[in-house]
């Protein structure tokens, strides 16, 4: 289960352990008062604490550019909400899945599929290349940035592969924190269940942090769902990728370097699965469900906060209008998509 954090740990001995605590300390207290501030604000004014805790740290984002804190906040945005998500698996179980159905898992995987299809198709008509449009497509539909990583790795390489890459992780990483105060919106506008609005949200938002962000910011049923459909997106990067190297090599005959790729199945995900496949059979104690159900949020809650606090809208600025054309309407398709089928099925 701490797969995903222990290889966000620079250290091997106790000497390079102090090292690291203390260059990591003041990011991560920045990130925990910033979260404490953003729960005294929900607990007295009744706004959404993941909201506000991320305003709050879009609001302090230069803390997160440069200076002392900004490991700090790198490690809180990466390895506490990995950490997060897999403690809250104990929230999720089997009758939580069968209560989402076939249909719906159905639908947002061809959800995923379809956004694909659709990004390589309209790529062109936007004067971006293949690598372009699949990369920017592969991680609207899959997880965000870590898709964009896996993805990057399996492309073949030319001169501007890097500056797609870069491109990409805060295309959607900016998209998805629009999306996580926008969505939750439309969820109360539309008047959706518990149900079809964790589907809508967990289907359709880019990247984990933002998806338990406006999951629970809605209700907490909404949140246990929609962080169960993201994994379940976050799950088929594995099948996804693999095919997509298959096609990709058997097309360029081209060879990756194997070494490079990052871990097909994160570590979070396996200690989610873990979690919620010992809750399904009632072999975790229950003083200990709700301690680690607690610890989940406040982990979550001061990993929200890092993510505001790294977020740059002023980066998006410098790329095409066409690039940004592209991915933003690729966010588009994949919610009317999952917005419609919502419709159809229930």
Same mark, same amino acid.
């Given at each position: 289960?701490?797969?995903?954090?222990?290889?966000?740990?620079?250290f091997?001995?106790?000497?390079?352990?102090?090292?690291?605590?203390?260059?990591?300390?003041p990011?991560?207290?920045?990130?925990?008062?910033?979260?404490?501030?953003?729960?005294?604000?929900?607990?007295?004014?009744?706004?959404?604490?993941?909201?506000?805790?991320l305003?709050?740290g879009?609001?302090?984002s230069f803390?997160?550019?440069?200076?002392?804190?900004?490991?700090?906040?790198?490690?809180a945005?990466?390895?506490?909400?990995?950490?997060?998500?897999?403690?809250?698996?104990?929230?999720?179980?089997?009758?939580?899945?069968?209560?989402?159905?076939?249909?719906?898992?159905?639908?947002?995987i061809?959800?995923?599929?379809?956004?694909i299809?659709?990004g390589l198709?309209?790529?062109?008509?936007?004067?971006?290349?293949w690598?372009?449009?699949l990369?920017?497509?592969?991680?609207?539909?899959?997880?965000g940035?870590?898709a964009?990583?896996?993805?990057?790795?399996?492309?073949?390489?030319d001169?501007?592969?890097e500056e797609r890459?870069i491109?990409t992780?805060?295309g959607?990483?900016?998209?998805?924190?629009?999306?996580?105060?926008a969505y939750?919106?439309?969820?109360?506008?539309?008047?959706m269940?518990?149900?079809?609005a964790?589907?809508f949200?967990?289907?359709?938002?880019?990247?984990v942090?933002?998806?338990v962000?406006?999951?629970?910011?809605?209700?907490d049923?909404?949140?246990?769902t929609?962080?169960?459909? !993201?994994?379940i997106?976050?799950?088929?990067?594995?099948?996804i990728?693999l095919?997509?190297?298959?096609?990709?090599?058997?097309?360029?005959?081209?060879?990756?370097?194997?070494g490079?790729?990052?871990?097909?199945?994160?570590?979070?995900?396996?200690?989610?699965?873990?979690?919620?496949?010992?809750?399904?059979?009632?072999l975790?104690?229950e003083f200990?469900?709700?301690?680690?159900?607690?610890?989940?949020?406040?982990?979550?809650?001061?990993?929200?906060?890092?993510?505001?606090m790294?977020?740059?809208? !002023?980066?998006?600025?410098?790329?095409?209008?066409a690039a940004?054309?592209?991915?933003?309407?690729?966010?588009?398709f994949i919610a009317?998509?999952i917005?419609?089928?919502i419709?159809?099925?229930?």
């Amino acid at each position: 289960m701490l797969t995903g954090v222990m290889r966000t740990l620079p250290f091997q001995g106790k000497a390079e352990f102090g090292a690291w605590i203390k260059t990591t300390f003041p990011g991560v207290i920045v990130a925990v008062l910033v979260a404490a501030s953003a729960k005294f604000l929900s607990e007295h004014y009744g706004a959404p604490s993941m909201l506000m805790a991320l305003l709050l740290g879009i609001s302090v984002s230069f803390l997160g550019e440069e200076g002392k804190t900004v490991p700090g906040i790198a490690f809180a945005a990466r390895g506490l909400l990995r950490l997060g998500v897999a403690f809250l698996g104990v929230r999720i179980s089997v009758d939580l899945m069968m209560g989402l159905g076939v249909q719906m898992i159905g639908l947002v995987i061809l959800g995923m599929l379809a956004t694909i299809g659709f990004g390589l198709l309209i790529g062109k008509f936007f004067g971006s290349g293949w690598r372009f449009s699949l990369l920017t497509a592969g991680s609207v539909a899959i997880c965000g940035a870590s898709a964009a990583m896996a993805l990057s790795a399996i492309l073949p390489k030319d001169e501007r592969s890097e500056e797609r890459l870069i491109f990409t992780v805060v295309g959607v990483t900016v998209l998805s924190t629009i999306a996580m105060i926008a969505y939750p919106i439309l969820v109360s506008f539309l008047e959706m269940s518990d149900l079809q609005a964790g589907v809508f949200l967990g289907g359709t938002i880019h990247d984990v942090a933002q998806v338990v962000g406006a999951g629970f910011s809605v209700s907490d049923p909404t949140g246990d769902t929609s962080t169960l459909v !993201k994994l379940i997106r976050v799950a088929m990067l594995a099948p996804i990728v693999l095919v997509l190297s298959i096609l990709i090599r058997a097309q360029q005959g081209h060879t990756q370097d194997k070494g490079s790729a990052p871990p097909i199945l994160p570590g979070f995900v396996i200690g989610f699965l873990v979690l919620a496949g010992l809750n399904s059979f009632h072999l975790i104690p229950e003083f200990l469900t709700e301690a680690l159900a607690q610890a989940s949020r406040w982990l979550l809650l001061i990993a929200i906060a890092a993510v505001g606090m790294k977020t740059n809208l !002023k980066q998006v600025l410098g790329v095409g209008p066409a690039a940004i054309a592209l991915i933003v309407s690729e966010t588009l398709f994949i919610a009317l998509f999952i917005l419609l089928g919502i419709m159809l099925l229930t």
